[in-house]
């Protein structure tokens, strides 16, 4: 066990929102009005030019990580293996600044914590450690930068930040399980239809098997003249989000991973359907389909479906195996005169080789590379692009969380079960080992101040507490 002493933030960006707060939920819910498919979506407020500092000493007693692999470029243990603790970690400082140019807005953030090697293998504490002549510091900042032009149902970002679809507690085609996305996202409309495209360029670095493979290999439905082996990898996803009433939301995706190949107008094209391009050899295209429905005031049902392969059993051994994933789930939202509730139930699920394909550059993850100092390493880290917990995986969640001007209180309980496939699994090939079953439960809250969690999953558990500080000061 561990004693700590860390500061850490909370952010909400002065344009835009990028997560599922349970204000916007509540809110969504007692309105009768249905949950927006993909985030960032604009808020409207006043905007202001401002120079921020924010910090929040705090405490934690927690049990060590899981150890991670750690070397020169190697592949590091999955992040859900933690339960995204390094992730879910506050950051020991922020410096932010915030600049208004009329329609334009720009943010730049610069963050203060630990590095990833060192917090997973000697301390996971959020004080970066000086032991001449290293440094624990995190030097991958920024995790969030970008500008945005918003002109009424219309805007263009561009930078380093967060992206989600679907309304759902745990997205299976686009969440915001990683750190960040480096991504261009034009949004247009808002009713009938609200239409948004991303391209988004990830880390296309591979460890040497991974190059030997990529190089070499050549898929049963490749094109003639693969392999194609450019030291590139980039998503495009585009979606069509339908509000057939104002509190009925439908919406419909379609996600391509490019790899070893740069692409052009032919695989970007905001307006085609990518699956029927056919462009084998060099992409991994996915289908989704969600939706929220607010069924009466204070009541939604929600869903999603996420479709990377469909074949038939007279040819699957011949083929890509089939593929998908897919949640639903409830939400219940009611006022008291003591403050506002708000549970959920949902359940989510992913086949063995969801996001999995024959070449590294197609598999559906974000790939980030940590640069740590003390230890000295360069460590891969894939985070999903989808479901937070991979392939071959289950959850089933019940929370609740309560709310007034003063008090936020937030409980989890959950059963997740994790089959052994990943994405390292070789494709099209399914490990039959046994799943491992964990049960857990998660509690925060926040008193004017003050804040507190804690965390059990298995055999793994946290807890911790602190105060909140917030120096903001406006510079023009």
């Known amino acids: ?37 993909m985030l960032p979506v604009v808020e409207q407020r006043e905007q202001t030019n401002s120079l921020m500092l924010r910090f929040n000493p705090s405490f934690q007693v927690f049990e060590k990580a899981e150890p991670i692999k750690t070397g020169w470029f190697v592949i590091s243990t999955p992040p859900w293996e933690n339960f995204y603790v390094f992730e879910k970690t ?71 930040t967060k992206l989600r679809w679907s309304s759902s507690d745990f997205p299976v085609a686009l969440s915001d399980v990683s750190p960040y996305f480096d991504n261009f996202t034009l949004s247009l409309g808002e009713k009938p239809v609200r239409y948004v495209f991303s391209v988004v360029s990830i880390n296309p670095v591979l460890t040497k098997e991974e190059w030997e493979r990529q190089t070499s290999f050549i898929p049963v439905n490749a094109d003639p003249i693969s392999p194609y082996f450019e030291k590139v990898k980039t998503l495009i996803a585009h979606r069509l989000d339908f509000p057939l009433k104002d509190n009925l939301r439908f919406g419909i995706g379609e996600l391509t991973i490019v790899g070893g190949k740069y692409p052009d107008l032919f695989v970007l094209s905001p307006f085609a ?36 392969e469909f074949v038939f059993e007279a040819t699957e051994d011949e083929s890509k195996p089939t593929a998908y994933g897919y949640n639903f789930g409830a939400r219940k939202a009611f006022e008291t005169g003591f403050g506002k509730f708000l549970l959920s139930v949902e359940y989510a699920k992913t086949t063995p080789l969801m996001y999995n394909s024959f070449l590294p550059y197609l598999k559906f993850y974000n790939r980030v590379v940590y640069l ?17 917990f991979g392939p071959d995986a289950q959850i089933l969640n019940f929370s609740v969380s309560f709310f007034n001007d003063q008090l936020f209180l937030s409980g989890n309980i959950f059963w997740l079960r994790k089959g052994p496939n990943d994405f390292y699994t070789e494709y099209p090939h399914v490990d039959e080992s046994k799943a491992k079953d964990i049960l857990g439960f998660s509690i925060e809250g926040k008193y004017k101040f003050f804040n507190f969690f804690a965390m059990v999953a298995g055999e793994k558990f946290s807890i911790g507490g602190g105060i909140s500080v917030e120096i903001p000061l406006k510079i023009f």
């Open 372 to 388: 740590c100092n003390y230890p000295p390493s360069r460590i891969i880290v894939d985070y999903p692009i989808g479901f937070a």
């Open 90 to 160: 506050p950051y020991l400082a922020e410096f932010r600044l915030d600049l208004n140019f009329g329609s334009f807005y720009t943010l730049i953030s610069l963050q203060m914590k630990n590095n990833y090697a060192f917090f997973h293998l000697i301390s996971p504490t959020n004080l970066p450690i000086y032991e001449n002549p290293f440094v624990a510091l995190d030097t991958n900042f920024p995790y969030k930068g970008y500008g945005v032009y918003l002109k009424d149902e219309f805007f263009i970002l561009f930078g380093r």
């Open 1 to 37: 066990m561990y004693m700590l002493l860390m500061f850490y933030v909370v952010v909400v960006d002065a344009a835009l929102v990028f997560d599922l707060n349970h204000q916007m939920v509540f809110d969504h819910l007692k309105n009768q009005v249905a949950l927006p498919g």
């Open 273 to 308: 359907i990518w699956h029927n391009n056919f462009n084998e050899g060099y992409t991994n295209t996915m289908g989704s389909l969600d939706f929220s429905w607010v069924l009466i005031k204070g009541f939604e049902i929600h869903g999603e479906f996420a479709l990377d």
